[in-house]
């Protein structure tokens, strides 16, 4: 089987398992299946070409349990940004992340985090320890474009960097933040803005993961230093 069939055999895994089965809009979902065969192919000659990759979001609010700024894809641009999760930054990528980074990682959610936890506590009860509890004001908004790009050079081949770079830059895009000033006065709430060459999307999952990754150099510093 070439490289081309096997790219749309995952292409419609990543559709049927993660994809159509979470979809709320199934508007959405039924015009898709209408030519699903169709777009995975359109889809398919973008990971297998060199050409700049483009998307549009559709941009609103989320009010629990904070309110959030979501940009989401259409379905044809979900099941690209999925693939290259699943297929590109995670193989190539997370065996740059501690064990105990338990953050949007397969195996190892909520509970992995609690069983850790308690692991470290009894390790540890016999010895004075502290716990550091800490955000990072505005993350998503604040991770730098050339930093992370910088990061991802030298693990991802040439075609890969690419791609991964268009999805990084998604956010540069005026209308962004012209929506988000819409809702801004549609809510009379204040807003976070997206700075050229900084933020990445809330809703993708490929900023799910590369948000993780994007500190994977401290995290080793405060773990090893």
Do not use: W
């Not at 895994?13 to 359109?42: A, G, Q, W």
């Not at 297929?87 to 105990?100: A, G, Q, S, T, V």
């Not at 933020?199 to 993961?209: A, E, H, K, V, Y």
């Amino acid at each position: 089987m070439d490289l081309r069939k096997n790219i749309v055999l995952d292409l419609l895994d990543v559709y049927e398992r993660e994809i159509r089965k979470h979809c709320k809009n199934k508007r959405k979902v039924y015009l898709f299946e209408c030519y699903k065969m169709s777009y995975l192919n359109e889809i398919r000659d973008v990971l297998v070409s060199r050409k700049h990759y483009s998307c549009k979001y559709s941009i609103f609010l989320i009010f629990e349990p904070k309110v959030r700024v979501v940009m989401s894809l259409p379905i044809k641009d979900k099941v690209l940004n999925h693939y290259v999760t699943r297929f590109i930054l995670i193989p190539k990528l997370e065996k740059y992340l501690d064990i105990r980074n338990a953050a949007t990682r397969k195996g190892m959610g909520t509970e992995y985090a609690r069983k850790l936890f308690r692991k470290h506590l009894v390790l540890n009860k016999s010895k004075k320890f502290y716990i550091l509890k800490l955000d990072i004001s505005k993350y998503f908004y604040n991770i730098d474009h050339e930093v992370l790009k910088s990061l991802l050079k030298d693990k991802l081949n040439s075609m890969e960097y690419s791609l991964v770079c268009d999805i990084i830059d998604s956010s540069n895009k005026r209308y962004v933040n012209d929506r988000i000033s819409l809702l801004e006065k549609k809510y009379g709430i204040e807003l976070p803005r997206y700075e050229y060459g900084k933020g990445l999307p809330i809703g993708n999952m490929t900023s799910q993961f590369l948000s993780i990754f994007y500190l994977y150099q401290l995290n080793h510093k405060i773990v090893h230093d």
